[in-house]
């Protein structure tokens, strides 16, 4: 069984600083692409930053110049630093990975528990 577990959110000031972390394990042959997502209040779920194994990365126009996603294929895990934070990154953001469980299965789509990320004074 596959779990991605989510750390890092907390309470920032504006213009601070935070790192998620996503770390994926249990029973994995393979990572393929990994994501961030973020929900606000009463919205959908929105995509803010993608990476694939080679280290590829896109970026949603709102978080660029300010957020860097990272991984470390070794240690299934991904990384999201987030700087220059605004109230406007106020939400909940989850962790996204598609992982084959065996060789030769087709990749499947798992998500975090979610982490809340508040940006106040």
């Known amino acids: 069984q596959v779990q991605l577990v989510e750390s890092g959110g907390g309470l920032v000031q504006p213009g601070g600083s935070l790192r998620l972390s996503c770390a994926a394990s249990?029973?994995?042959?393979?990572?393929?692409?990994m994501a961030w997502y973020r929900q606000f209040l009463g919205k959908q779920r929105e995509l803010v930053a993608g990476?694939?194994?080679?280290?590829?990365?896109n970026y949603a126009d709102s978080v660029k110049g300010r957020f860097t996603l990272s991984r470390d294929n070794a240690k299934n895990t991904m990384y999201l630093q987030m700087n220059n934070l605004k109230p406007e990154d106020t939400a909940v953001y989850y962790c996204?990975?598609?992982?084959?469980?065996?060789?030769?299965?087709?990749?499947?789509?798992?998500w975090g528990q979610g982490t809340q990320v508040t940006v106040s004074s």
């Open positions: 249990g029973s994995i042959y393979s990572v393929y692409s």
């Open positions: 996204n990975a598609d992982i084959s469980e065996a060789r030769g299965t087709i990749p499947l789509d798992y």
């Open positions: 990476i694939i194994s080679g280290g590829s990365t």
